[in-house]
């Protein structure tokens, strides 16, 4: 039996002491009182105020600054928002009655023109929703405040996925490029823009005429601080007052402190790699089925991860449509693993650049050392390469790695979404370039059906199969964790958005 990784190895050259920070322009200079203002620190920052762009580091700041026509509350239930009612008239049409009496924040009022403008607008090259804004075949304004929108067939999930589709203002944005867009964003949300320096900081302010009451803390510093000690050291020495992505190794420390709180929350969003299937050894599926074999997850949620994770046997979470409870994880089999390796023509093994983001996923380069750990166990020459997330991704877009980390949560809930983001053959996110015609016929054939039940046990048949075929290594569900100050209010959202007009002190 192979010997299970001790948490010095996996840890070592972690700093836990505390550093002094130095955060530029700190927040506090304003002179605000606590009650009015907040220090967030988080891990990694948005690269553009774009809100088509569909990745958490810019959901996190442009969730505050927009609204979409409907939003989730921290459960994740679907709830009114810009829209106060909708309806399914067909089974390509939605009809949706708007709010009235909401303006943008440079005072224009909002109507049926900008959300016919801002779903237009998703079929644009920027657009990491082309897919979704492709399933819209018309936007028809019926009245000033009500709109038809006609997809180009059935699409089950359209409504659930519009907490996260934005609404711009369609007057100014006409007479704006693309680049000031994307670079001082005007929106209809609880928070104003105020400046952005890329790398550093997004500075909001709350908007006082908001449509569902002005927020209480009424200055929000969102501050990049990639560090892990130096996050820590800011929420101890009171200069931060939430802290995302807390290191797990400094989860006992928190507990201990009486002026802080630590906050965890069962997370929804599947980690995993992918691998690559063209022109690679792991095109194979004896050899993806070997990489699944090999690695001990359950080692890596307890040393790395610090016990704050649960395995994961595929990608949709338990309350999202299509996930499948007769799908298990492959047991942690080295001997199997080894076996499959030289079945495959691979007996002394291959090179593998195992790839992952360095500012992504709690200790995500932990992970990846680990995962090649395992991997160089059964004969596999792997080596770690670790990236910021905007040059690893860029990579992935370009289908320039075969091994590479992925984290995955379906805003919509719904895996026939998750599919067409990440499975099917023309997904834009399949960086691996996975292609399975069966599995892109049910997809394409769960989209005709009404009936909910009868569509998620086709989802569940489509789950299987790609799991089956191990068009991915699925390794766990990953932990919300937070150190927030003692007198924060905070709950954390089930998408694991941190939206400031729900929190006060």
């Given at each position: 039996?192979?010997?299970?990784l001790?948490?010095?190895?996996?840890?070592?050259?972690?700093?836990?002491?505390a550093?002094?920070?130095?955060l530029?322009?700190?927040?506090?200079?304003?002179?605000?009182?606590?009650?009015?203002s907040?220090?967030?620190?988080?891990?990694?920052?948005p690269d553009?105020?774009e809100?088509?762009r569909d990745?958490?580091?810019?959901?996190q700041?442009?969730?505050?600054?927009?609204?979409?026509?409907?939003?989730?509350?921290?459960?994740?239930?679907?709830?009114?928002a810009?829209?106060?009612?909708?309806k399914?008239?067909?089974?390509?049409?939605?009809?949706?009655?708007?709010?009235?009496?909401?303006?943008f924040?440079?005072?224009?009022?909002f109507d049926?023109?900008?959300?016919?403008?801002?779903?237009e607008?998703?079929?644009?090259d920027?657009s990491?929703?082309?897919s979704?804004?492709?399933?819209i075949?018309?936007?028809?304004?019926?009245t000033?405040?009500?709109?038809?929108?006609?997809?180009?067939?059935p699409?089950?999930?359209?409504?659930?996925?519009?907490?996260?589709i934005?609404?711009?203002?369609?007057?100014?944005?006409?007479?704006r490029?693309?680049?000031?867009?994307?670079?001082?964003?005007i929106?209809?949300?609880a928070?104003?823009?105020?400046?952005?320096?890329?790398?550093?900081f997004?500075?909001?302010?709350?908007?006082?005429?908001?449509?569902d009451?002005?927020?209480?803390?009424?200055?929000?510093?969102?501050?990049?601080?990639?560090?892990d000690?130096?996050r820590?050291?800011?929420?101890e020495?009171?200069?931060?007052?939430?802290?995302?992505?807390l290191?797990?190794?400094?989860a006992?420390r928190?507990?201990?402190?009486?002026?802080?709180?630590?906050?965890?929350?069962?997370?929804r969003?599947a980690?995993f790699?992918?691998?690559?299937?063209?022109d690679?050894?792991l095109?194979?599926?004896?050899?993806?089925?070997?990489?699944?074999?090999?690695?001990?997850?359950?080692?890596?949620?307890?040393?790395?991860?610090?016990g704050?994770?649960?395995?994961?046997?595929?990608?949709?979470?338990?309350?999202?449509?299509g996930?499948?409870p007769?799908?298990?994880r492959?047991?942690?089999?080295?001997?199997?693993?080894?076996?499959?390796?030289?079945?495959?023509?691979?007996?002394?093994?291959?090179?593998?650049?195992?790839?992952?983001?360095?500012?992504?996923?709690?200790?995500?380069?932990?992970v990846?050392?680990?995962?090649?750990q395992?991997?160089s166990?059964v004969?596999?020459?792997?080596?770690?390469?670790?990236?910021?997330?905007?040059?690893f991704?860029s990579?992935?877009d370009?289908?320039?790695?075969d091994?590479?980390?992925?984290?995955?949560?379906?805003?919509?809930?719904d895996?026939?979404?998750?599919?067409?983001?990440l499975?099917?053959?023309d997904a834009?996110?399949?960086?691996?370039?996975y292609?399975?015609?069966?599995?892109d016929?049910?997809?394409?054939?769960?989209d005709?059906?009404?009936?909910?039940?009868e569509?998620?046990?086709?989802?569940?048949r489509?789950?299987?199969?790609?799991?089956?075929?191990?068009?991915?290594?699925?390794?766990?569900?990953?932990?919300?964790?937070?150190?927030?100050?003692?007198?924060l209010?905070?709950?954390?959202?089930?998408d694991?958005w941190?939206v400031?007009?729900?929190?006060?002190?």
């Open positions: 039996m192979v010997q299970s001790s948490r010095r190895t996996f840890l070592k050259g972690l700093a836990v002491g550093t002094t920070l130095a530029p322009g700190s927040l506090w200079q304003t002179g605000l009182s606590q009650p009015s907040l220090l967030a620190v988080v891990k990694a920052g553009t105020m809100p088509t990745n958490d580091p810019n959901l700041v442009v969730a505050n600054i927009f609204d979409g026509l409907l939003r989730r509350d921290p459960t994740g239930k679907l709830l009114p810009l829209a106060t009612s909708f399914r008239t067909d089974l390509d049409k939605w009809e949706f009655t708007l709010r009235q009496g909401v303006k924040h440079n005072g224009n009022p049926a023109q900008d959300v016919k403008f801002s779903l607008r998703l079929k644009g920027f990491e929703f082309q979704f804004g492709g399933a075949k018309q936007v028809q304004i019926l000033p405040f009500k709109v038809q929108v006609i997809t180009d067939g699409v089950p999930f359209f409504a659930n996925n519009l907490h996260q934005f609404i711009l203002d369609q007057e100014s944005s006409a007479t490029s693309e680049a000031e867009i994307a670079q001082k964003p929106g209809t949300g928070y104003r823009f105020e400046q952005w320096v890329q790398g550093s997004v500075d909001l302010e709350a908007n006082p005429d908001y449509w009451g002005a927020a209480t803390i009424k200055r929000v510093r969102h501050q990049v601080v990639q560090d000690s130096t820590l050291a800011a929420l020495s009171g200069d931060a007052q939430l802290v995302q992505s290191p797990v190794q400094f006992d928190v507990r201990a402190n009486s002026a802080l709180k630590l906050v965890v929350r069962a997370g969003q980690i790699f992918s691998p690559k299937v063209v690679s050894p095109a194979d599926l004896r050899v993806r089925q070997a990489l699944y074999y090999a690695i001990d997850t359950q080692a890596i949620i307890k040393t790395v991860l610090g704050f994770g649960a395995p994961a046997a595929q990608v949709p979470d338990p309350p999202t449509v996930f499948n007769d799908i298990k492959l047991s942690f089999d080295p001997a199997r693993a080894r076996g499959l390796l030289s079945e495959a023509g691979f007996p002394n093994g291959f090179d593998l650049t195992v790839d992952v983001t360095n500012d992504q996923f709690a200790n995500d380069v932990e990846g050392q680990a995962v090649a395992f991997l166990r004969g596999i020459h792997a080596q770690v390469r670790a990236r910021p997330s905007s040059l991704f990579d992935v370009a289908h320039k790695l091994f590479f980390i992925v984290g995955w949560f379906d805003g919509a809930f895996f026939g979404r998750t599919a067409k983001v499975l099917v053959t834009y996110f399949n960086g691996s370039l292609s399975n015609a069966q599995f016929a049910l997809i394409k054939q769960s005709a059906i009404v009936n909910a039940q569509r998620a046990k086709l989802l569940q489509a789950n299987k199969l790609v799991m089956d075929d191990v068009a991915l290594v699925p390794l766990y569900y990953e932990a919300q964790v937070w150190g927030t100050a003692s007198g209010q905070f709950q954390p959202r089930s694991s941190t400031y007009h729900d929190l006060s002190f």
